[in-house]
């Protein structure tokens, strides 16, 4: 098992940027390709961005493509989400999510994840 505990959620207008980081701690995390979703209210969790364990291959939801954009430092056991035009429909509950694989390519599907952090409230305001 891997722990995560994401930062960097917060308040932003329309046209904004944050970053959003999750830190891995407990087993190797170069081994495991590592995911974002997102939660609104009312609405089922959806997926976001992946990242291979090289970090060689990137998967971005239509929504977001040409926005965000993910990366990781396995020397930091860190991943990250960087936002860039907030528009108002991106507020939700992000959470960073992991398992181990060295596929390729990383997988978008929720039930494939078996570590998940707690979640960071992002806010887009008009």
Avoid at 18 to 41: D, H, I, N, T
Avoid at 72 to 77: E, G, Y
Wanted: net charge positive; glycine share 12%.
């Amino acid at each position: 098992q891997v722990q995560l505990v994401e930062s960097g959620g917060g308040l932003v207008q329309a046209g904004g940027s944050l970053r959003l980081s999750c830190a891995a701690s407990g087993r190797v995390f170069s081994v495991y390709e590592m995911g974002w979703f997102r939660q609104a209210p009312g609405k089922e969790r959806e997926f976001v961005s992946a990242i291979s364990w090289s970090g060689g291959v990137t998967l971005y939801a239509d929504s977001v493509k040409g926005r965000f954009t993910i990366s990781r430092d396995n020397a930091k056991n860190t991943g990250y989400l960087q936002m860039n035009s907030l528009k108002v429909e991106d507020t939700a509950v992000y959470s960073c999510a992991a398992r181990r694989s060295v596929s390729p390519s990383p997988s978008r599907l929720i039930p494939s994840y078996d570590n998940w952090g707690q979640g960071t409230q992002v806010t887009v305001s008009s």
